[in-house]
């Protein structure tokens, strides 16, 4: 089992700036990819951006794509999400997923494991 625990949420003015963290815990050698999706009110939840173990070639959503940037550290078993310039429409509950496989693909349809959220509201 893996244990996701993210933090950094909270209020913001548009234009601003916030750093998510994931904690991984638990059997972290199986987790390949990690990455960040988010759920606005009476939406359906998105993804937004995954990386996998080496940190190459993340791949972004194109609503956040030059905004945000995704890093990892192993050591640490943790994923960051840096959020620049900071938009209303970006106001949702951002969760931590993480995938056995390296596909992207396989992390977007069906992560194995989740967090439980963290709430970031974008003030206009």
């Known amino acids: 089992q893996v244990q996701l625990v993210e933090s950094g949420g909270g209020l913001v003015q548009a234009g601003g700036s916030l750093r998510l963290s994931c904690a991984a815990s638990?059997?972290?050698?199986?987790?390949?990819?990690m990455g960040w999706f988010r759920q606005a009110p009476g939406k359906e939840r998105e993804f937004v951006v995954a990386i996998n173990r080496s940190g190459v070639n993340p791949y972004y959503a194109d609503s956040v794509k030059g905004r945000f940037t995704i890093s990892r550290d192993n050591v640490k078993n943790t994923v960051y999400l840096q959020m620049n310039s900071l938009k209303p429409e970006d106001t949702a509950v951002y969760y931590c997923a993480a995938a056995y496989s390296a596909s992207y693909r396989d992390l977007i349809d069906s992560p194995n494991y989740w967090g439980q959220g963290t709430q970031v509201t974008v003030s206009s």
């Open positions: 638990g059997r972290t050698f199986r987790i390949a990819v």
